[in-house]
């Protein structure tokens, strides 16, 4: 990330594709309306819990998500904000759907983080920003619920020094707390900012200052709001380090911002940080090299498919990031996986919970595109050019359980069904070689509820899960003589998955080390790399 490459053509350059990344209940969802409803994409933000289907959050739309509150499918939204294009990538809060979270964030340039300014780093927060190290992601941080009562701002961001080992710098500086938080003062460009309780969703107003000893200053702050401000201003220049945007781009330094997203406080600075700060689309890695942004063939990549987005198509939209290029529609691009090409006629774009029919696109930007299940969690699309992206992981699943239909009749829709899902990267799905019947693997128990409601919701088919007698899965490699014996004296524990590849389910961890032990030459993994 670095700011010596080459100049990024205008329409490239003025894109920024970026997730928000938080621990249940610390605002995520109100952060993205904010956002939705500053780039001019919904009229009105609609509370999550608030009465009637009209004001349901717009980026939460299956119909398990909006009774839980709880985002579980990521999708991608698009809208203008300022003379930028932001992409914003939605992710699932709850920590059952991490690798889901984890696929996503290999199709951003930056993330958001949002803390809770009570709670400061959860558990969940430590997990997200861990991926998000291991990509040097850029993040941004926004402290939320700064209008309630929160903890002091200096622990807050030690906090996140100490936890998530990153500098952290303030863009803005709280003045007041809780009953008694009037606003921001905006350290990256002398303003300050006074929150206005009475409309939720007008933008607060803007004081521009002379510099912080700017009399002006004591005409809207009270007294001792303002001393207790000095005095931390000046332990903050002490202490903490300045905004510096390599190093941000680097992914060693986050700013701060602090804010309450529910009164649409600091989210617009917060937006103007990401405009102005945020990283262009970056370039991309491929097994056989790296595409950057500015090439002319139009390339992309899967990182997630999305199945019956509309219930009455059974259509899945696979959602390509596009690495390279100015996409149109009715392009052919070559699907590599298969090797055939694949005219794509309907493109759609996602504003809000509107799905609209895309024109054109241009590298950094995410599209979908409608298909019948050509299109699989890690193909690349290319004018030609083979070449697999490579740093989208599966996992292995933390919890199997078999599923039988209710109805014996109706085990080939079942078949279908969890095919669907397999290939929407929303379950594992293990065929084993001996018996019938299917194993299902997952992260989190909450999987599980999700996969039966959708099953029952798209297929009308009510399905149970029971427990499994194995515990956990792994992938099998090795050259193939090695291979085939292996699976010769171990057929009760060996199944495929949906793409085919050999996986070894075990009932114990001892089954592991027994395979390390007693066939040195085969490998065990954890994690598959999902390639074309």
Known sequence: ????????????????????????????????????????????AGQVRAKGEARRTRSDFMKLEQERGISVSASAMSFDFRHYRFNLVDTPGHSDFSEDTYRTLTAVDAAIMVIDGAKGVESQTRKLFEVCRLRDLPI??????????????????????????????????????????????????????????????????????KGLDDPALALHVPADLLAKFHEEIEMVRALLPPFNRQSFLEGHLTPIWFGSAINSFGVKELMDGMGEYGPEPQPQKAAERQISADEVPVTGFVFKVQANMDP????????????????LRGMKLMHVRSKKPMTVTNPVMFLAADRELTEEAWAGDIIGIPNHGQLRIGDGLTEGETLRFTGIPSFAPELLSTVRALDPMKAKHLEKALTQFAEEGA??????????????????????????????????????????????????????????????????????????????????????????????????????????
């Open 140 to 209: 941004l941080t926004f402290c939320n619920k700064m209008d309630r009562e929160s903890r002091d701002t200096f622990e807050i961001i030690d906090e996140i020094q100490q936890n998530l080992a990153i500098d952290v710098t303030p863009a803005s500086w709280p003045i007041g707390v809780g009953r008694d938080f009037i606003g921001a003062y905006d350290l990256l460009h002398d303003r300050l900012e006074i929150m206005d309780r009475a409309d939720r969703n007008k933008v607060a107003e803007s004081i521009a200052i």
């Open 427 to 532: 379950a594992k799905v293990f065929k084993p070689m001996i018996g019938s019947g299917y194993v299902v693997g997952v992260v989190g128990q909450l999987q599980f509820e999700v996969l039966a409601s959708r099953i029952e919701e798209e297929y009308s088919l009510p399905v149970r899960f029971e427990p499994s007698q194995f515990t956990s899965a792994r992938w099998v490699n090795g050259d193939k003589e090695a291979v085939e014996a292996f699976v010769n004296v171990n057929k009760g524990h060996i199944a495929h998955d949906s793409d085919g590849d050999l996986v070894y389910l075990t009932r114990l961890r001892w089954d592991i080390e027994r395979v390390e032990r007693d066939h040195p030459e085969v490998k065990l993994t954890a994690t598959k790399e999902m390639m074309a």
């Open 1 to 44: 990330m670095l700011d010596n490459a080459p100049k990024l053509p205008p329409e490239i350059a003025r894109r920024r594709t970026f997730a928000i990344i938080s621990h249940p209940d610390a605002g995520k969802t109100t952060l993205t309306e904010k956002f939705l409803l500053f780039g001019g994409a919904i009229q009105m």
């Open 312 to 327: 009455k198509h059974r259509d899945r939209v696979a959602f390509v990031r596009l690495a390279s290029g100015h996409f």
